[in-house]
């Protein structure tokens, strides 16, 4: 199945920096990318998707790029802000008998130092 | 329009007892799944269903069972908990192929 590695496992910056964080996936036939955000004692929550047929997409302060051959794919976060701070997790998803089987990585926490 | 709801939020059980976690959402979503969070190691599928009367497995499906008989719900049944399903429990629900998932806010579940 899906394998979905993520790094770095936990991440500190000074407000306004940049952070990056990275996956990489192992099966070629993974076709959609979310990234998910999650606050503490709160749900996992969207915040930014790509598919496979797309190399970038941006949202603001937030862009995610894909490498398809590289089979990487990382989430760019610009002026970090401190209500940034939370648990990142991106996930590879892949049509398997009909539904979309996600798999996710073991998540980053991000530190935003005021 | 509540998106997905779980219930309760809280449980705590003790070792061999049975229990059903409730999940529903409102905007008739044919993909609905579960998942458990345990510390560092993401979000694992237990069990999905691609609409109602269609279950099938995930990742970790050994001691929990579902079943899907409206669009609406998609209970989880733990059959005899053991300590090692002491978790954070999330439903999630989806249009399809390639979309999002919405998730519930989580049942935290302790067994003792």
């Known amino acids: 199945g899906e394998n979905v590695e993520q790094h770095p496992s936990t991440l500190s910056v000074q407000e306004g920096d940049s952070a990056v964080i990275k996956c990489t996936y192992s099966d070629s036939a993974s076709n959609y990318f979310p990234w998910y955000k999650q606050e503490l004692g709160k749900r996992p929550q969207l915040i930014i998707d790509?598919?496979?047929?797309?190399g970038e997409k941006k949202d603001q302060r937030i862009a995610v790029t894909l490498n398809k051959t590289a089979k990487h794919f990382s989430l760019h976060i610009t002026e970090t802000q401190p209500e940034d701070s939370a648990v990142y997790f991106c996930?590879?998803?892949?049509?398997?008998?009909?539904?979309?089987?996600?798999?996710f990585g073991t998540g980053t926490k991000l530190q935003v130092i005021p | 329009n509540a998106g997905v709801t779980q219930t309760p939020k809280f449980q705590v059980l003790k070792t061999g007892q049975s229990m059903t976690l409730q999940c529903a959402q409102d905007?008739?979503?044919?993909?609905m799944s579960w998942y458990r969070q345990d510390p560092g190691m993401g979000l694992r599928l237990i069990h999905y269903?691609?609409?109602?009367?269609?279950?099938d497995q995930g990742e970790v499906p050994n001691g929990y069972n579902v079943s899907r008989s409206t669009t609406e719900d998609f209970p989880l049944r733990l059959l005899s908990a053991a300590p090692s399903q002491t978790s954070v429990y999330f439903c999630?629900?989806?249009?399809?192929?390639?979309?999002?998932?919405?998730f519930g806010p989580g049942t935290r579940l302790l067994v003792l």
């Open positions: 996930a590879a998803s892949i049509l398997s008998g009909g539904y979309q089987k996600v798999t």
């Open positions: 790509i598919r496979s047929n797309v």
């Open positions: 269903s691609v609409g109602a009367g269609i279950t």
């Open positions: 905007m008739n979503h044919e993909y």
């Open positions: 999630a629900s989806g249009t399809g192929v390639g979309e999002t998932q919405y």
